[in-house]
């Protein structure tokens, strides 16, 4: 069960007063920590209990030190550290002990692993299985791994529709604990609009791990197909499009957005699977999810690249009544075999070479156009010279139109304006978020193994980016509580 939680004001009064007494033998020692000591005066923990009291009984010893080990955890992150080397920092250092707000009494090691492991509720011990092959076929720089089901998205935005919710995620609790104590702390500061734009970004992030696992058989061959044990069991590999490779661990999917005014990249959403999944089956998971995380936020556009562009997505944004703004496959933009010289008439008919009308053959909903075949080869018109020098095909030439209600090319904002080009450019806030989490904040050097640490420590990242902004919105009011902690 929960120990005692010391209220958030009373932890600002604590903290200020032995801070100034601290200040008062060695002023250095505090000043070089104010960034981090402004960061846990402002993070409200009171936030925190409600949602992971539930993770603890109702009975047996008290689990103390909960709300400083997360305090802990948020400062770890912001000085770039990693839990074995960070609790025996911590001994040594009273300023940093006193903003984590322990005593005398420290935990260790293990109590911030147990933490861990009861927030995020994964099982990715090591184990034995047989090792995974890296693919052999390498793709263009730029160039995505297709999906390995091509009908997944479409049969998830039909669930998704139809009400199905990914409730029992193992992440669930971590991103309410993100969702609860700082996206929301930032829309009633103003930080986010509660009619948002969203951007959505994949990331590849490299597991700890080998991929080549611990040999525990005596075959001589180095190769051999025998189980061997893995210490992160559930990496996989995956394409890296951006520097045209094959990495091992995993691929986070990020929202995010801009806040114009302020010039501020903020994170909303985090969520990581295997390496080789597709952006376009974690987009629609990820947007439905944190639609559910936060149900008063409207989202007004969704930004992306054309990883999303594909017509379930569009169908989905539109029953949500979200703009797509979405980037064009350059895949997608017409396969012309012959030149097409062709016209059409008011109605929308297309007109052959012959100046004969084609005739109209069904409707193909998976990409939403029209089928229009050669009038010729049906036996509508009689063949002429113009005919023979258009297709040699025995099926004749095909020509497909689009309707002007198609939610791919004619989106709610029109494609090529520019209030859509504008809205597009919003996106390299995601890219930022990712630098950010991966680069500034260490994610991609610590060597983390296993999902659950590295989505753990992406998340402390995410909240020092929050916290990162709070202290430039209130940095009026750091400047008098400093001046009160120096006695000047």
């Not at 009171?46 to 802990?72: C, M, V, W």
């Not at 985090?270 to 998971?285: N, P, Q």
């Not at 075999?337 to 059409?344: D, G, H, M, Q």
């Not at 080869?377 to 209600?405: E, F, H």
């Amino acid at each position: 069960m929960l120990g005692n939680w010391l209220p958030h004001k009373e932890y600002q009064s604590n903290v200020v007063e032995k801070l100034r007494q601290i200040a008062l033998l060695t002023p250095e020692s505090v000043r070089e920590y104010k960034d981090e000591i402004s960061k846990l005066y402002l993070l409200d923990l009171d936030l925190l209990k409600p949602i992971i009291a539930p993770l603890y009984s109702n009975t047996g010893r008290k689990s103390n030190h909960q709300s400083e080990i997360f305090r802990s955890f948020v400062l770890m992150s912001s000085l770039k550290y990693y839990p074995d080397n960070w609790v025996e920092k911590l001994k040594n250092n009273p300023v940093l002990r006193t903003i984590c707000g322990f005593g005398d009494k420290m935990p260790n090691i293990a109590s911030y692993y147990d933490f861990i492991n009861r927030i995020y509720r994964f099982d990715d011990r090591p184990c034995l299985r047989t090792p995974e092959i890296k693919p052999a076929k390498n793709y263009a720089k730029g160039e995505k791994m297709p999906p390995k089901h091509p009908e997944i998205v479409g049969k998830l935005v039909k669930k998704i529709i139809e009400g199905r919710r990914f409730s029992n995620r193992p992440e669930l609790t971590l991103q309410k604990i993100f969702a609860g104590v700082v996206v929301d702390k930032s829309i009633e500061m103003g930080l986010i609009p509660k009619t948002v734009d969203v951007s959505g970004d994949g990331t590849c992030i490299d597991t700890g791990a080998s991929h080549y696992g611990v040999r525990t058989c005596d075959c001589k061959d180095f190769k051999c197909s025998c189980p061997r044990r893995f210490s992160d069991p559930t990496a996989t590999w995956g394409w890296d499009s951006h520097n045209a490779r094959y990495f091992y661990g995993y691929t986070g999917y990020f929202i995010s957005c801009y806040n114009k005014n302020l010039k501020l990249d903020l994170p909303l959403y985090l969520r990581f699977v295997e390496a080789k999944r597709h952006d376009s089956v974690s987009g629609i998971v990820s947007l439905a999810e944190f639609r559910d995380l936060h149900p008063n936020l409207k989202i007004n556009s969704f930004i992306s690249d054309s990883a999303s562009d594909n017509y379930p997505t569009y169908q989905l944004l539109n029953h949500w009544h979200i703009n797509a703004v979405i980037a064009l496959n350059s895949r997608s933009k017409g396969n012309f075999s012959y030149p097409p010289a062709l016209s059409l008439d008011s109605n929308g008919t297309p007109i052959c070479q012959a100046a004969h009308k084609m005739i109209y053959n069904g409707f193909c909903p998976d990409r939403c156009r029209f089928k229009w075949r050669c009038p010729r080869v049906l036996g509508k018109v009689a063949p002429s010279d113009i005919c023979s020098a258009c297709s040699k095909s025995n099926y004749g030439r095909v020509i497909y139109t689009k309707p002007d209600w198609d939610l791919r090319l004619f989106t709610r904002i029109p494609r090529g304006s520019l209030f859509f080009k504008s809205l597009f450019n919003q996106r390299t806030a995601a890219e930022r978020i990712n630098n950010r989490i991966l680069n500034h904040y260490n994610l991609q050097n610590i060597h983390a193994r296993g999902k659950k640490r590295i989505s753990f420590f992406a998340s402390l990242a995410s909240i020092n980016i929050h916290l990162d902004a709070w202290i430039a919105l209130f940095h009026f009011f750091f400047d008098s509580l400093f001046s009160y902690i120096f006695h000047l």
